[in-house]
T-cell receptor
Framework: NAGVTQTPKFQVLKTGQSMTLQCAQD?????MSWYRQDPGMGLRLIHY???????DQGEVPNGYNVSRSTTEDFPLRLLSAAPSQTSVYFC???????????FGQGTRLTVV | DQQVKQNSPSLSVQEGRISILNCDYT??????FLWYKKYPAEGPTFLIS?????DKNEDGRFTVFLNKSAKHLSLHIVPSQPGDSAVYFC??????????????FGKGTHLIIQP
């Protein structure tokens, strides 16, 4: 009963490097989303997807790309990491009629 | 412009007493509200929710109250227990808008239960 799985749990990047944060869910949920959590800022929506092949921008999309080739996976790509992207990233999923979102354990990213 | 506001960054309550966490919102399109609980180094976990057609929802020790005219909701925890110490996020959602744009979160309130 995995739910939402995020990898890696921790990552340190140098400025300008690229990487992909992985997110997978096994609940056959249509909706998936990425949030970042910063001190004093709560969780802010980066990108979301309402199904395979469909993605859209959230509140803070700059510097991030996403794709949704399957229902299960929703990776988040940083093409050129910047120190401002140091944050904790959470992936979430929810079913099309169930408004409760399930969150992964998070990825703590540090960009130096 | 912050659409969901939790104005108390932290709250300290004695074990056994009532904890009341408050949340205000500005977007009239929101019609579903949720509370999430978050422990350090873990993802948020769903606690309780309420639809805008109701003014109260109860689940064990947790009750959420919604005052639509005031655009205000509150989470009551009775009695408070040490395991309730966590950060609590209020979140809102527009189901009538299709729910596609995710949840809008407040900044969170750190609840500390004192023995």
């Amino acid at each position: 009963n995995a739910g939402v799985t995020q990898t890696p749990k921790f990552q340190v990047l140098k400025t300008g490097q690229s990487m992909t944060l992985q997110c997978a869910q096994d609940m056959n949920h249509e909706y998936m989303s990425w949030y970042r959590q910063d001190p004093g800022m709560g969780l802010r929506l980066i990108h979301y997807s309402v199904g395979a092949g469909i993605t859209d921008q959230g509140e803070v999309p700059n510097g991030y790309n996403v794709s949704r080739s399957t229902t299960e996976d929703f990776p988040l790509r940083l093409l050129s990491a910047a120190p401002s992207q140091t944050s904790v990233y959470f992936c979430a999923s929810k079913g099309s009629v169930n408004t409760e979102a399930f969150f992964g354990q998070g990825t703590r990213l540090t960009v130096v | 412009d912050q659409q969901v506001k939790q104005n108390s960054p932290s709250l300290s309550v004695q074990e056994g007493r009532i904890s009341i966490l408050n949340c205000d919102y500005t977007n009239s399109m929101f019609d579903y509200f949720l509370w999430y609980k978050k422990y350090p180094a873990e993802g948020p976990t769903f606690l309780i929710s309420i639809s805008s057609i109701k003014d109260k929802n109860e689940d064990g020790r947790f009750t959420v109250f919604l005052n639509k005219s005031a655009k205000h909701l509150s989470l009551h925890i009775v009695p408070s227990q040490p395991g309730d110490s966590a950060v609590y996020f209020c979140a809102a959602f527009s189901y009538s808008g299709g729910g596609a744009d995710g949840l809008t979160f407040g900044k969170g309130t750190h609840l500390i239960i004192q023995p």
